[in-house]
């Protein structure tokens, strides 16, 4: 019952940007938009997170629209690194529902 | 700073057992979650404290899963009898509060269980 879309997987080479899109159509105006990702065997970790307007921070920055139906995690730089799976989540109340994510490959 | 904790970070039983996962999470975090993660699937919420309080256990199977947190700082999963639809890593993430709007949530590295 997560209230996100993602792309399964997606391509990326390294130092190149990568733009991760996520779709939550039924998002409320209560809602703030993260996003986490999980690097291999290890648990998920606080990439960024956003209300309304765009937020940078040293991991990524975040791009909402206007309408804030869909969201874009942006990579500036890709390292090798960065190959994890992708969670874009709405979080109100506390409620923290996740998807299947995207899971990004960074190629040398 | 110390990050969140658990053990064993891997164990086999076999269906009808019982096991039970530990969890210590980051020093002063009120809110400490339990989470069910399947092979090829996003993490699902199991159960949610607030100091020793539960928040939200709605997706615990509490026919078979129990947990517990005492003094409100480590906290037991428990799962009496298996199934072998339980092998699934275990996570425990931490937080510092209970929050409507900003929440980051600090995860361990699992536990990995396997019923055969």
């Known amino acids: 019952d997560a209230k996100t879309t993602q792309p399964n997987s997606m391509e990326s080479n390294e130092e190149e940007p990568v733009h991760l899109p996520c779709n939550h159509s039924t998002i409320s105006g209560t809602d703030y938009i993260h996003w986490y990702r999980q690097l291999p065997s290890q648990g998920p970790e606080y990439v960024i997170h956003?209300?309304?307007s765009n937020v940078n921070n040293r991991m990524a920055s975040l791009a909402i629209a206007e309408d804030r139906k869909s969201s874009t995690l942006i990579l500036h730089r890709a390292t090798l690194r960065d190959a994890a799976v992708y969670y874009c989540?709405?979080?109100?109340?506390?409620?923290?529902?996740f998807g299947a994510g995207t899971r990004l490959t960074v190629k040398p | 700073e110390a990050g969140v904790a658990q053990s064993p970070r891997y164990k086999i039983i076999e269906k009808r057992q019982s096991v039970a996962f530990w969890c210590n999470p980051i020093?002063?975090?009120?809110?400490l979650y339990w989470y069910q993660q399947i092979l090829g699937q996003g993490p699902k919420l199991l159960i949610q404290?607030?100091?020793?309080?539960?928040?939200?256990d709605s997706q615990l199977p509490k026919d078979r899963f129990s947990a517990e947190r005492l003094k409100g700082v480590d906290s037991t999963l428990k799962i009496q009898p298996a199934k072998l639809e339980d092998s699934a890593v275990y996570l425990c993430a931490s937080s510092l509060e209970f929050a409507d709007s900003y929440n980051e949530q600090f995860f361990g590295p699992g536990t990995r269980l396997t019923v055969l």
């Open positions: 989540i709405l979080m109100g109340h506390n409620d923290m529902r």
């Open positions: 020093s002063g975090h009120a809110t």
């Open positions: 956003g209300l309304t």
């Open positions: 404290f607030q100091n020793n309080g539960v928040v939200d």
